[in-house]
């Protein structure tokens, strides 16, 4: 999927001249945390959100730094957070030079602008103007959709037991010598030993992900790599000695 496939159309922007004010309170009406700053030809200048917003002389919370701090910063820095923090046009608080994607930049790029840079949002442009603009809501709304209109995969047990362990030889973290698997009409069963409790929670989730896995049951012991302490799983210590306790999917 790509930007195009998920961003909101719709943007409300603001101009560099406009107050605070006037921003702090299209946000509020909209209900959103950021709005992109354009110049009068309409062109991308800047990003103006709720963290810029945080620390203002109006609630009190301006940067109070000690006397030595500031002069090993410098008088610019300090400068630069004063401006911040009493300016009263949108053009002296915003970020500048944002962080921007075309319609065709992919979601995988735009989760890794997202994190690397710390942004909840970032403007689509079309040349220099912005068509739309994908925040984190808009990817857990593809994220759900996606997930609602799956299709049900139905596969044969083999199948079923081919992929997993396809996958379980991919991940580097899977202990795919020391864990066997079986599959019974959709069931899947785990059995084998493991050595970080953390591949337990991993392997499950790796089964249920696969089309057509109806349930995922937990025969697996744990070994203490230090004392060799054998621990049994959960769904047999809960399911001894008469039945198997088995988690459902979905």
């Avoid at 109806?214 to 621990?231: A, I, Q, T």
Wanted: proline fraction near 4%; charge should be neutral.
């Amino acid at each position: 999927m790509q930007a195009k496939d998920i961003m909101t159309t719709r943007v409300l922007t603001i101009g560099e001249d406009n107050t605070v004010v006037e921003a702090a309170d299209l946000m509020l009406k909209n209900r959103i945390s950021g709005l992109p700053v354009v110049d009068s030809r309409g062109t991308l200048v800047g990003m103006l959100t709720e963290g810029d917003l945080l620390r203002r002389a109006e609630t009190q919370t301006e940067r109070r730094r000690p006397r030595w701090l500031e002069f090993v910063l410098g008088p610019g820095r300090a400068a630069e957070e004063f401006t911040r923090s009493h300016g009263r046009k949108v053009g002296q608080v915003m970020s500048r030079h944002p962080y921007s994607v075309t319609e065709d930049t992919s979601l995988e790029e735009i989760v890794a602008m997202m994190e690397r840079h710390r942004i909840k949002r970032v403007p689509v442009l079309r040349g220099d103007k912005i068509v739309g603009i994908v925040s984190r809501a808009n990817l857990v709304n593809a994220l759900a959709s996606i997930a609602r209109f799956a299709p049900t995969v139905a596969s044969s047990d083999r199948d079923i037991r081919s992929t997993i362990l396809s996958r379980m030889e991919e991940a580097v973290w899977a202990p795919a010598a020391s864990v066997n698997v079986t599959v019974n009409d959709g069931v899947v069963e785990f059995w084998g030993a493991i050595l970080d409790e953390r591949d337990r929670t991993a392997l499950k989730v790796l089964a249920e992900n696969v089309p057509g896995v109806k349930r995922v049951v937990d025969h697996m012991v744990w070994v203490e790599p230090c004392s060799g302490m054998v621990l049994e799983s959960q769904d047999d210590l809960r399911t001894k000695p008469t039945s198997t306790s088995v988690s459902s999917v979905g």
